[in-house]
Every structure is written in structure tokens, then in C-alpha cells.
């Protein structure tokens, strides 16, 4: 296959993960994001592994998604150590490339397990940033040394781009999502104060408010616990 073609074949593929991934509004966050790796394994030449994974501490390290075992056992073997490709990723440089494996230096804990453990000797590693106090790493993996080219950075940066924005869109319908819920809580809350005490919204609302501050409980949990004691069948 010519460069030509196979640059349309990329551009074809990023394209249409874009699409499926705009229309992704009823799927779960880990199904977008399997779109994501394994759209990365299809369209990076080179690529035969791939996992997204995500760090709220320079030692921690979760997989959020991988294409298989292998990927999974590798940022194991990093949270063992507390170094490696995708923590660095995340936390010291935006993309960390291995072009192999048995020859790097910098994480002399991971790499001697690394090298026995799994068959990955070419390793690229895309920082993701997915929340305020929230880091992850879009990681690329394969058998062969070397076999990641330099222009292969870009195309795994949009991978890596694809995957945060999912991230980010999922965490703002969960906010929206929880914001209704507490808006409509409170409004049950309100109501049976309204019907208890024969006031208006405004005297209930601020009656839930001073309630809220001499007990020193948050608003919607005060709000929560008054309809959960009224209608205890509503929590069971």
C-alpha cells in the first residue's frame, strides 16, 4: 500500500471514530473508550496493543481500557514499581516514546520486570487529561523494536485527543446527571415543607437553607434525608 492510501486509510478511520464517538450521547464512558484503543490498533501502523489508563497520584496507576491481558499486565507491573512509560506520560512528559525496551534506562525498577513479564519492546505513551486533579495516559504497544515511526506521534495524539474529549464530555453529563437529581430532591424537600407548614416556596427554601447551616449538613443531604424519612419506601 502506498504512503498516499495509507494516509487516507488513517484519515478515513480517525474520521469515522470521530463520528461514533459524537453520536456516543446513551453509551457508557469504558465503551467509548474501547472505541477509542481499538480504533488506535487499527489505524496506527505498528500498533498491535492498546489501553488508556488513569493516575490521580505519581505511583498510582488504574487501566481504564485495554485491548488485551498484555496491556493490563504492563501497567501492573508499573504500579509495582511506581514507574514507567504511562505514569511519565501522565505526570513528566506529554508523550514518552520506547523504542526499545531492553536497552532503556530511565525506570531501572520496571524495565527488568517489564522485559520478563511481557513480549512489548516498541512503546508510546499519549498523556490524556481527563479532570482538574485527574491524569491518564493513552499507551500504544508493540512486539517489534523501533516500530513506532516519528510521524506516528501525531496520529497517535489524535487518538489521545478523541479519548480525553470523551472523558471530559462523560464526566460533564455525570455533573449534569447528579445536578438534576439534587435540583429534584430539593424540590420534594420543599414541597412537603410548603404542605407541612402551609408556606410558600420561598419561606421553604429558606427554611431548608438555615436548617442546612445550623446542622451543618449540605443542602441536598439534609433535602435527601427529609424525603427518605417521610417516604422510607422511596430508599429502600
Known sequence: MSDESLDRNIHRGIAELARRLHSAKDRSLDDVLR???????????????????????????????????????????????GEGPCLAAAWDEPIVRVDDLSTETRWPAYTPDALASIPFRSILSFRLYTAAETLGSLTLYSRAKGNFAEDIEEIGAIFAAHAANAWIASERNIQFNSALASRDIIGQAKGMIMERFSIDAVQAFELLRRLSQDSNVKLVELATQLVETDHPSASE
Do not use: F
Open 35 to 81: 472505541d477509542v484503543v481499538e480504533g488506535a490498533v487499527a489505524n496506527v501502523p505498528g500498533a498491535e496493543s492498546a489501553s488508556i489508563s488513569v493516575t490521580t497520584g505519581r505511583a498510582e496507576l488504574k487501566t481504564q481500557i485495554a485491548t488485551d491481558e498484555l496491556a493490563v499486565r504492563h501497567n501492573q507491573i508499573q504500579v509495582i514499581h
